[in-house]
């Protein structure tokens, strides 16, 4: 399949971005409406949690779209960052949103909650979770083309909304059973997920940020791109890090010393090329070594005998 133009990904991400954050505003409205007639705690926590997914679904669409821009003068690597950037503050939200789902439950296990059932407020739940289940299922299938951690963390959102409706639900089906604990029981629970599920995003960002080494799997399919070569000898002082979530590659690579320098360029240009034709590679810099010099070894030698 043949991937979409830079400027058709931009409009796809904000597209869904932007319908995000429709479709928290439309849940806001519903629930709070609901909660507000009937008293109702549950669905107003609820609605409140989803105040702070329509803000971070509309940081997102702000900025997280920034990804697709070329590099300029001030971000001459391009702006990769910044989608991950966007993603670690919506797993902030979602954790922060846990803890106060959590505290909230432990206050109404200790004293109670005041609620009047009403088949609304069933009403206003199931329009919550069909609005969330089409929001993920949505982001989601935008999102399998796109590759974007930022849409990734706000399809995870979507999901916990959807938990978090399941224990309004429960807890409103226990006012009618007249065991108005479950609520607060069911919103202790899936707090502890969702708090989970912001640490996991937030984990997983930060390490786009910083710029730590990938898996071990995509050391090894570049070290194979490269010595795929005919040409190359071999292959030393290979790094690879994340540049956003793009890969950044640095490396050595080994040739016949003795051929023309045209030659040795060409190859070069031929390496880049392949490398940046690997899913996730972004900039590529490949310095040629005369191969049989090995001064490069004996350096790795010399460091490791005057390690202690």
């Given at each position: 399949m043949t991937a979409p133009p830079f400027g058709e990904e931009k409009r796809r991400f904000r597209r869904a971005a932007g319908v995000n954050v429709l479709g928290n505003a439309a849940?806001?409205?519903v629930e709070g409406a609901a909660g507000?007639?009937?008293?109702?705690v549950a669905l107003l926590a609820d609605a409140a949690h989803s105040v702070a997914d329509l803000v971070a679904s509309a940081v997102v669409f702000v900025w997280g779209g920034s990804r697709y821009d070329a590099a300029d003068?001030?971000?001459?690597?391009?702006?990769?960052?910044?989608e991950p950037l966007t993603a670690l503050f919506v797993g902030a939200v979602i954790v922060?949103?846990?803890?106060?789902l959590l505290w909230s439950s432990i206050e109404g296990i200790r004293f109670g909650t005041d609620v009047r059932f009403n088949r609304l407020l069933l009403a206003a739940l199931a329009f919550a979770l069909v609005d969330m289940y089409v929001l993920y299922w949505y982001t989601m299938r935008v999102n399998a083309e796109l590759g974007s951690t930022a849409l990734s963390a706000l399809a995870v959102d979507c999901l916990n909304d959807i938990y978090t409706t399941v224990?309004?639900?429960?807890?409103?089906?226990?006012?009618?059973?007249?065991?108005?604990?479950?609520d607060p029981i069911a919103g202790a629970i899936?707090?502890?997920?969702v708090v989970y599920q912001g640490v996991d995003i937030g984990r997983e960002n930060v390490t786009y940020i910083v710029g730590a080494a990938p898996p071990e799997g995509d050391r090894e399919r570049i070290t194979e791109t490269l010595r795929e070569h005919p040409e190359v000898v071999g292959v030393h002082d290979l790094r690879v890090f994340y540049d956003g979530t793009d890969l950044e590659v640095e490396v050595h690579v080994e040739v016949d010393g003795e051929m023309a320098l045209r030659r040795a360029h060409e190859i070069e240009t031929e390496l880049v090329t392949r490398l940046r034709d690997l899913t996730d590679v972004g900039d590529v810099h490949v310095h040629l070594d005369p191969s049989g010099v090995g001064?490069?070894?004996?350096?790795?030698d010399e460091t490791r005998a005057n390690d202690p």
């Open positions: 849940k806001i409205l507000l007639a009937f008293g109702s003068a001030e971000h001459p690597h391009g702006h990769q960052r910044i922060i949103l846990g803890l106060n224990a309004a639900v429960i807890g409103v089906f226990g006012v009618f059973l007249d065991v108005p604990i479950l899936v707090s502890l997920l001064e490069w070894k004996e350096a790795d």
